[in-house]
């Protein structure tokens, strides 16, 4: 690469080879004049204003990528499915959310092309909800110029895609709730105006609501009448302590569901089970679900809306970071609860 300095007075008619930013402390960020550009006259004052007495000319050797060509390859190759991207600004290109739905990052490769020299991809957390042009990732290189070789490494390693966007996918979720306290009339329900606002808020349907005493034949027939409705998921609410009457994990076992596990190293949230009923999931949520905003609930339901299977180990993996601060103002997902 052969790089040519010249007085901004002399630059006159001159193409500029890289994005030249402009700062306003507290208001703007932002290219004041774009790769490409020709520089005019009236540029001059403008350019000075911004602190540039020179300009750079820019001539790339055989081999040599320019960075705005770099990070259009290397966006091209991790983004997955549901991600959108625009052209370059200031040598970096930010990856958006091409619909509603679940952000994925593969966190083992994205840290494989941070170990390729020159290479910055920095992503949010994975597993988190996000909306329709949501900002997700932006790719960078450090220099103007990088070596054609560096950005082949990064697309043989990305290839495929490794920061994708799931679509939930509107599924149909019902709800038992259990015990006698509810069922007679005792006390009022609080579970199912929760389950139903969060369901609604990532784009499912309430198939339907249904209340049993802790009884465990009669809250299996309610799992089960439900399953053949065509319910997606099935939440199973209250009875989930190790106290004699709460009865609603026996009753979840006895409708054959395959148990992923009964407790998570979440809090709130630890005596939450995970089970399946061939391809419908069953969740057994503990009585946290009615008093605490956000509980492990909240890290599993979006998963499972959006189609992942969860295995034992993705319940395991929920311990680091699994604790919620209870803050007075809860400002999930926009803290650490969560982030693995």
């Not at 001539?59 to 990070?71: C, R, T, Y």
């Not at 409708?255 to 069953?282: K, N, Q, R």
């Amino acid at each position: 690469m052969a790089i040519r300095k010249v007085r901004v007075d002399e630059a006159v008619g001159m193409v500029l080879g890289h994005d030249m930013t402009k700062i306003v402390p507290g208001e703007y960020k932002g290219p004041a004049f774009k790769k490409g550009h020709i520089i005019r006259p009236e540029d001059i004052p403008h350019l000075k204003e911004i602190g540039k007495e020179h300009i750079y000319l820019i001539e790339l050797a055989p081999g040599q990528v320019h960075e705005n060509e770099a990070v259009t390859r290397i966006a091209r190759a991790v983004a997955g499915p549901g991600i959108t991207f625009a052209e370059p600004s200031e040598g970096r290109v930010n990856l958006c959310a091409a619909a509603a739905g679940l952000l994925k990052v593969d966190r083992d490769m994205a840290a494989a092309v941070n170990g390729v020299e020159h290479a910055v991809l920095s992503t949010r957390h994975g597993n988190l909800p996000v909306k329709a042009g949501d900002l997700v990732a932006a790719v960078k290189v450090v220099p103007l110029v990088v070596d054609e070789a560096m950005v082949a490494a990064v697309e043989r390693l990305a290839a495929g895609g490794l920061v994708s966007v799931l679509p939930m996918r509107g599924l149909k979720v019902a709800a038992v709730i259990t015990g006698n306290e509810v069922f007679h009339g005792r006390i009022q329900d609080r579970f199912a105006p929760v389950f139903a606002a969060k369901a609604a808020q990532y784009g499912a349907v309430m198939l339907g609501v249904t209340y049993r005493p802790d009884d465990p034949a009669q809250i299996k027939q309610a799992i089960l009448a439900f399953r053949d409705q065509g319910a997606d998921v099935i939440v199973a609410s209250g009875g989930m302590s190790v106290d004699p009457d709460d009865v609603t994990p026996d009753a979840i076992r006895a409708t054959g569901a395959e148990v992923i596990s009964y407790g998570t190293p979440v809090l709130p949230g630890a005596m939450f089970m995970l089970a399946y009923l061939g391809g419908v999931a069953v969740m057994g949520m503990p009585a946290c679900g009615m008093y605490a905003k956000t509980t492990v609930f909240d890290l599993i339901l979006p998963r499972v809306l959006a189609g992942e299977r969860l295995r034992k180990e993705d319940i395991a993996a929920l311990g680091y970071g699994g604790l919620c601060l209870s803050c007075r103002e809860c400002s999930y997902p926009h803290c650490p609860f969560g982030k693995a």
